[in-house]
C-alpha cells in the first residue's frame, strides 16, 4: 500500500500540461498546412468530407459539435465555404477564427485577371466592386453564379501556401506557448518542402508555356498565374450549375482558334461536356483535376500531392 501512496503523491508533483488548442479547418489543403505545423503536438479536425463538393456542403452533427468546442477555425472564408461562415455563428466568442483570404500576408487575384509575370500582387481585398468580362469570361447567358470579384482559390499559389504556414504558426503560438517553438519549427519544415515542389513543379511546367489547354471551371488562376501557363479558358465560370449555350457555343469556336491541345474535366463533375467538346475540337481528354483535393487522402501529404497531381495532369497530356 505505501508504495502506491509514494506512486499517487509523485504523480502529483508533476506538472500538469496545458491543454493544446482544438484545432478546426474547412478544406483538405487547409488541413494539410495545419497537421504539419501541428505535427508532434495535436490533430486538426478537418470538416469537408473526403469527395465533398467545397462550396455546398452540409455539416454532420458531430463535426458541428466539433466547431461548437473549437479554440481555433482555419479557414479560406465565406467566398469558399459559405456553409462554414453560417456555422460560426454559433461559435463561442473565445473562439479565433483565422480567415486566409482576408490575411494581410495572402497575395489575392480577381477572377478574370490576366496573369503572368506582371501581375500585380493585390492586398487590397475588394470584394465589392466586379470586374468587367473580357472575351474570355463573357456570357450572356448570366451562368457565372458570383464568380466575380476576389478569386478565393488562393492555396493553389505554393507563396500562399508558405505564408499560411506561419500564420498557423504564430496564431498557434500564441494560444499554446508551451509549444510555441515546435510550431515555429514545423512551419519551418512545411515552408522548405512547398519551396522544394515549387521548383520541381515549375522545372515540369516550363515547357508548356505556350500549349493552350481549357479547364472545366475557372479554379485555377492561382496556379497558372504562377506558373506562367495560358489557359484557353473554362467551360464554367462556376461550378453550381453547367454553362448555357451562348458560352459553350463561343467556348468552342475560341477551342478552334487557339489551337487548345487538352481539356480538362474536374473531379465531382459530370465529363460530359468536356467529351462532347472534345468530339467537336478533336482536343484530347486530360485527366480529371481536383483543384481542392478533396478526392485525396486527407492529412499532412494533401496539399504536396494535389499540386503534383495537377501538374502531372497537365504535362501528361499537353506533352503528347
Known sequence: MRYIISFLLASAALPVAADVPRVVTDLPPVHSIATQVMAGVAEPVLLLDRGANAHSFQLRPSQAAALSEADLVVWIGPEMTPWLDRALDGLSEDAVRLGLLNAPETFTRRFGDAGGEDHDHDHAHDHGAAEQPGPETADTDHDDHGHDGV???????????????????????????????????????????????????????????????????????????????????????????????????????????????????????????????????????????????????????????????MAFALTECLNK
Open 151 to 309: 478569386d478565393p482559390h488562393a492555396w493553389l499559389d505554393p507563396a500562399n501556401a508558405m505564408a499560411w504556414a506561419d500564420l498557423m504558426a504564430a496564431e498557434l503560438g500564441r494560444l499554446d506557448p508551451e509549444n510555441a517553438a515546435t510550431y515555429s519549427a514545423n512551419a519551418a519544415k512545411a515552408k522548405a518542402g512547398i519551396t522544394a515542389l515549387d521548383a520541381e513543379i515549375a522545372a515540369s511546367l516550363a515547357p508548356l508555356h505556350d500549349r493552350p489547354f481549357v479547364v472545366f471551371h475557372d479554379a485555377y488562376g492561382y496556379f497558372t498565374d504562377h506558373y506562367g501557363l495560358h489557359p484557353a479558358g473554362a467551360i464554367a465560370l462556376g461550378d453550381a450549375t453547367s454553362p448555357g449555350a451562348a458560352r459553350l457555343a463561343a467556348l468552342q469556336a475560341s477551342i478552334g482558334q487557339s489551337g487548345t491541345i487538352c481539356l480538362f474535366p474536374e473531379a465531382q463533375h459530370d465529363p460530359a461536356l468536356v467529351q462532347q467538346m472534345a468530339e467537336t475540337s478533336g482536343a484530347r481528354i486530360g485527366r480529371a483535376l481536383d483543384p481542392s483535393g478533396s478526392s485525396l487522402e486527407p492529412g499532412a501529404g494533401n496539399y504536396a500531392e494535389l499540386l503534383r497531381n
